[in-house]
């Protein structure tokens, strides 16, 4: 058996703060996150403008994702009953182990000891190539960027584009290292240049599309009235994959289905313009089932749960398995482009992977550990993500929602201190005489602190939680008496005089 | 756990016909070797199980999820999105421009000129020999003085592979996207014909361009196996700069019959 070497995890990263800390400092990693980020908001929102009925076909899209969640069990039936009469297999797999092992068993079956995969963020998170890795089996990346990564001996950072945190000279470096040991090497005089990058990937994959029996893919949609599969790609490694090995096996979400053929419509659509921001992305393949002739003899498909029958018990958080991988929330996010996928510390990074991740993971259910319960928080709730979403995934809703969650769990980040607040807020507010109590302390205060009407930073000490706020934040100072008491005292403003002249104290209405 | 063999498993009708014995593989980590942030805590299964346990489970488990308090409301799909171009759009020329926007190299013809724009075609891409599927449609080719290779016995993937280029005609074409779908019809042929071979000549009829991707959505059986192409191929994973031919022809020309 070859000894295939595993590839890295998301396992044991650390809580979103200190990831985004370290991601932070890697300016590198920041330029080419802008850059990307920025280029291609511009090409979708110009795309998108383009399309008088957008916001029509986003409610389509949305309303049709929520009529396969609602009746899911009866279109996943009526799944497998079309792919089975076009002479494809289905597979039920309740988690990553089964469907890994499935898969597994299929390529022992077939005798060889290597896949080609087309990307798939599904395979990925059921640590598929590790799988085959383990049972001597190697899972050959042939999408450009997985290539990159798999080389590169690293972890993906974006849903579409993987490698996005990664520029053209790093990229020479890891083909010129790398590729001899996977394959063919890279020449010798390899440049830097995009075009020359690309041609070195595409000479070293060929032989492998060549000579693979089994290949592995996801899916973007799959039909349930008539078993159509598509997968939507941009290189062609896709069309290689799906048309030359005797043997193609698919892993798919419960959730990617779409009920009618007539649903595409909407989806092919949807999809190229928020996510590589083209009017239509360069190939779509689809098939149903076998085709005598043309393509693979065998077809498995794969349908695994591992989790999103936990995620479609909330009726709130569900939505998010609308989800059709666009990515378009990661590329407005301004965390996102900021910090990078690594930091969200999972194989769905940015917006939708803060709402899915900890679902998958089963926070509707039970508690979550730290790293998990930091990642509704890894957001501003600005809402440019729900804005360019194709299906309305109501992304902040969903976030403060598992805020929520995890303060009823008791995992919110500032546990003691923000229990403690609370307490005392609702003791202060529950009666008016202790609201004036609080105001006339508050007002006492002025004696000591903020003599110069601001507050500055405040030591930890004394600020608790609030430390980090204060530190690039000024307060103002409470004013000498509050707004309640001046107009106790002055009648509303008028037995002092002419009201506009007299005002209110000095400083209880700033300036700015 | 032990790895055992399947016999006592193998049902009489099997529903897996590629599998000789169904090997029950131990998959609880190696010490050294993680699982994924995503795979949940081992379940106490061995793997694969019984393939209708599994299916059982999980559509048990998905009904568990949208019952009492969690029912989803009544879903209505609003389908008054746009289905077509407006009246009297010039559906031909929108699909020549669009095309071309995705670097696809369109030039019109009509039948007197489709022989000489073919031959200009094939002199610009420099290819002398077509790959041809097997129906009669594009017989007309043999004017151009290239040599025609019919996939009639089917030929090789070694075959293939030394090919410089192919010419498919479409099922049809979609102008606003500057899209044309293969089908797998009598002059498209199988789908590793228009895979292997660099140059890529595709022939689109006038009467085959429709406005919108619903139209061709209505038109098209989705039983036959279909490639959309858009473009030669493409990728930007590289500082997202489009760069055009990682696999897949890498030249597109389409010539446009009115």
Not at chain 1, 126 to 146: P, V
Not at chain 1, 356 to 382: F, K, M, W
Not at chain 1, 436 to 450: D, E, T
Not at chain 2, 173 to 196: C, N, Y
Request: glycine residues 8%; hydrophobic residues 40%; proline residues 7%.
């Amino acid at each position: 058996m070859t000894t295939v070497r595993p590839e890295p995890t998301f396992l044991g990263m650390p809580p979103f703060p200190e990831a985004a800390r370290t991601a932070l400092a890697n300016s590198q990693l920041r330029t080419n996150m802008r850059n990307a980020t920025h280029t291609i908001r511009a090409k979708r929102a110009e795309v998108v403008e383009e399309v008088p009925d957008w916001e029509k076909l986003r409610l389509a899209g949305a309303a049709i994702k929520d009529e396969v969640l609602a009746h899911l069990p009866r279109y996943l039936e009526q799944l497998e009953e079309s792919v089975t009469a076009a002479g494809g297999t289905v597979h039920w797999a309740r988690d990553a182990a089964e469907a890994n092992a499935i898969v597994v068993d299929i390529a022992r079956g077939h005798a060889t000891d290597e896949v080609v995969k087309i990307k798939s963020m599904t395979t990925q998170e059921i640590g598929l190539n590790n799988a085959l890795a383990a049972a001597g089996i190697h899972a050959w990346e042939t999408d450009l960027a997985e290539l990159i990564v798999q080389l590169g001996h690293d972890l993906p950072s974006h849903i579409l584009v993987p490698a996005i945190h990664r520029n053209r000279g790093e990229i020479r470096d890891i083909f010129r290292s790398e590729m001899g040991h996977a394959g063919r090497p890279a020449p010798d005089d390899l440049s830097d240049r995009p075009t020359d990058l690309a041609e070195a990937a595409r000479r070293h994959l060929r032989e492998k599309f060549l000579r693979a029996k089994v290949a592995v893919s996801g899916a973007n949609f799959a039909v349930a009235d008539t078993g159509t599969v598509c997968v939507v790609e941009s290189e062609g490694n896709g069309r290689m994959c799906l048309t030359l090995p005797d043997v193609l096996v698919t892993v798919m979400g419960i959730e990617k289905l779409l009920p009618t053929w007539r649903d595409m419509e909407v989806f092919l659509q949807l999809l190229p313009r928020s996510s590589t921001g083209e009017r239509m992305n360069p190939y779509t393949s689809m098939w149903t089932g076998v085709t005598e002739d043309d393509g693979p003899r065998v077809f498995h498909l794969i349908l695994l749960d591992n989790g999103r029958s936990d995620v479609l018990a909330d009726p709130e958080g569900r939505q998010a398995l609308r989800c059709i991988r666009c990515s378009a929330c990661l590329n407005v996010c301004p965390v996102y482009e900021r910090v990078g996928g690594h930091a969200y510390g999972s194989v769905y990074p940015g917006p939708i992977g803060a709402i899915l991740t900890p679902q998958l993971r089963g926070i509707n259910q039970h508690e979550v550990d730290e790293q998990t319960a930091s990642l509704p928080y890894a957001s501003t709730l600005c809402g440019a993500c729900f804005e360019v979403c194709p299906v309305r995934i109501d992304i902040p809703a969903i976030l403060t929602r598992q805020r929520a969650q995890l303060v009823d769990l008791g995992r919110g980040p500032a546990r003691r201190g923000e229990k403690a607040a609370m307490k005392a807020a609702e003791w202060a507010l529950a009666e008016p005489w202790r609201l004036g109590l609080a105001q006339h302390a508050a007002s006492f205060s002025r004696h000591f602190v903020g003599r110069k009407g601001r507050i500055g930073k405040v030591p930890r000490l004394l600020a608790g939680p609030f430390a980090g706020w204060t530190a690039s934040r000024d307060t103002p100072a409470a004013p000498s008496e509050s707004f309640r008491s001046w107009f106790k005292r002055t009648d509303g403003g008028l037995s002092e005089g002419d009201p506009a002249a007299a005002g209110p104290p000095e400083g209880l209405l700033e300036e700015r | 756990m032990t790895a055992h063999t399947g016999s006592e498993q193998a049902q009489p009708d099997d529903p897996y016909p590629s599998h000789t014995a169904l090997q029950h593989v131990d998959l609880t980590d190696p010490p050294g070797l993680p699982r994924t942030d995503l795979a949940h805590p081992g379940l106490p299964h061995t793997y694969p199980g019984l393939p209708s346990e599994a299916k059982a489970e999980i559509l048990a488990r998905i009904r568990t999820s949208l019952s009492g308090d969690a029912r989803p409301p009544r879903v209505e799909v609003d389908r008054t999105y746009r289905r077509t171009r407006d009246e009297g759009t010039d559906l031909v020329g929108l699909f020549a421009e669009r095309a071309a926007d995705y670097r696809a190299h369109v030039v019109r013809a009509n039948s007197r000129s489709m022989v000489d724009t073919a031959v200009g075609l094939l002199r610009e891409a420099g290819v002398g020999r077509l790959v041809v599927p097997p129906g009669k449609r594009l017989a007309w080719l043999a004017a151009t003085g290239a040599e025609l290779v019919y996939d009639d016995p089917p030929l090789t993937i070694d075959q293939l592979e030394v090919e410089a280029g192919v010419v498919t005609g479409c099922a049809l074409a979609i102008a606003e996207t500057g899209t044309i779908v293969l089908d797998a019809g009598p002059d498209q042929g199988r789908r590793v014909l228009s895979l292997l071979p660099d140059y890529h000549l595709c022939v689109v009829r006038a009467d085959q361009v429709v406005g919108t991707v619903p139209e061709a959505i209505a038109r098209l059986d989705p039983h036959r196996p279909q490639t959309w192409i858009s473009g030669p191929s493409a990728t930007s994973d590289i500082e997202l700069s489009r760069v055009e031919g990682v696999h897949g022809p890498r030249t597109l020309h389409v010539l446009l019959l009115a």
